[in-house]
């Protein structure tokens, strides 16, 4: 969702400025797309790397509570 809006109303704008020939208006409409696809990227990294986080807390979790396990046993 994050991105999506601004590569739509830049899209809207990139095709209003072509139609009419306001070379600025498509140029603002080229900008606001690339922005919303760079806010996509980053959004779709974010949520990898606070994936990769929880993997990694899980693993340590494991680990301790293996741990644990072991030096009761003793």
């Known amino acids: 969702m ?3 809006i601004d590569k739509a109303k ?3 704008k990139e095709a209003v400025g072509g139609l009419t020939g306001n070379k600025d208006l498509e140029s603002e409409g080229k900008a ?3 922005a919303g696809e760079a806010k ?3 959004g779709r990294v ?4 606070e994936e990769s986080i929880e993997k ?3 693993k340590a979790l494991k680990a301790v509570d293996k741990a644990k396990g072991t030096a ?3």
């Open 2 to 4: 994050v991105g999506e």
């Open 10 to 12: 830049g899209n809207a």
């Open 32 to 34: 606001d797309r690339r």
């Open 40 to 42: 996509e990227k980053i």
């Open 46 to 49: 974010k949520a990898k790397v």
């Open 56 to 58: 990694t807390e899980r």
């Open 72 to 74: 009761r046993r003793k």
